[in-house]
């Protein structure tokens, strides 16, 4: 078989020759539709850019203390009923400065993004939300061995130049649960199953993200109310010594997040918080799921 040059493939796909090119091509002759100002019916609540990854440095009070990680942000600003659109390249240019300086991603570094936003887009209220896993070394019980964890991140700010910022930050990770009713029926054992635990929480005005690493302190108040942690490494003395400990502290999601609750309304840093628990059942086909919201 006798394939055709690369051009005649292209034509035989369906190219053609480019045509004779009337249009401005500098930027200060091209139409600026979306800076036409008219009545165009609405205000848009938000519009902007989403679904964004780009690598960023995080810092954390466990091993590994600085740490890559690959970040999805979501951007976007108000737009008022006269103005027909928003620049969206502006959302990138400022989140690749913001990249291109090595800062470590941080809720004060994040609110300086969202205040230069705020100034390029002329906008008076404007919203930025990031996700990313976090990582962090976790030792078996009784082997010691040592692997990597991962937690799922998101940071929500809420900007207006009249009234400041509102903060919500979110952890969500996995834990095992071991079901009371099981134990309590069964002659030799009981299910248990993987859940996860997501914790959103509101911040107060003098937070301080020097002193307080809340991403360990969020993880704390979900591992530490589970049946048992979840590990990376488990070796059969430590199999042993985590499913006892399963044993010993059985959990509906009803009481993990009424205890998951207990621990962060004792934060003094929290103002409020929304604490959600579902387990993979692992004898039933459907999920279990809690949930508690409380504003202090």
């Given at each position: 078989m006798k394939i055709p040059l690369k051009a005649a493939r292209h034509a035989l796909f369906g190219s053609v020759s480019p045509s004779v090119k009337t249009k401005p091509t500098e930027k200060e002759h091209m139409q600026d539709l979306q800076n036409t100002h008219?009545?165009?019916?609405?205000?848009?609540?938000l519009v902007g850019v989403a679904n964004v990854k780009q690598p960023?440095?995080?810092?954390?009070?466990?091993?590994?203390?600085?740490?890559?990680?690959?970040?999805t942000f979501s951007m976007g600003a108000q737009l008022n009923r006269y103005a027909k659109g928003t620049n969206m390249s502006r959302f990138l240019t400022a989140l690749e400065e913001f990249n291109g300086q090595n800062q470590t991603l941080s809720l004060a570094s994040l609110k300086d993004l969202v205040r230069s936003l705020a100034d390029r887009l002329n906008q008076d209220m404007i919203h930025i939300h990031v996700t990313f896993p976090w990582f962090y070394s976790r030792e078996a019980p009784t082997s010691l061995q040592s692997a990597h964890n991962h937690s799922e991140i998101e940071i929500s700010l809420n900007y207006s130049k009249t009234l400041g910022f509102k903060?919500?930050?979110t952890l969500a990770c996995l834990v095992t649960t071991l079901c009371p009713c099981s134990k309590e029926i069964s002659e030799y054992s009981a299910h248990n199953q993987r859940g996860e635990v997501k914790m959103s929480v509101e911040l107060c005005e003098d937070f301080d993200e020097d002193k307080i690493d809340w991403k360990n302190e969020l993880l704390v108040a979900a591992e530490s109310n589970a049946s048992a942690r979840i590990h990376p490494i488990?070796?059969?003395?430590?199999?042993?010594?985590?499913?006892?400990?399963?044993f010993e502290n059985p959990r509906f999601v009803e009481d993990l997040v009424r205890l998951v609750a207990a621990d962060l309304y004792e934060y003094d840093w929290v103002t409020a918080f929304k604490v959600t628990c579902q387990n993979q059942e692992s004898i039933h086909l459907h999920d279990?799921?809690?949930?508690?919201?409380?504003?202090k």
């Open positions: 008219k009545d165009f019916l609405f205000d848009v609540n960023v440095q995080i810092k954390s009070t466990s091993s590994p203390v600085n740490q890559t990680t690959v970040a903060t919500e930050l488990l070796k059969r003395p430590d199999e042993k010594v985590v499913t006892e400990q399963a279990a799921v809690a949930k508690i919201t409380y504003k």
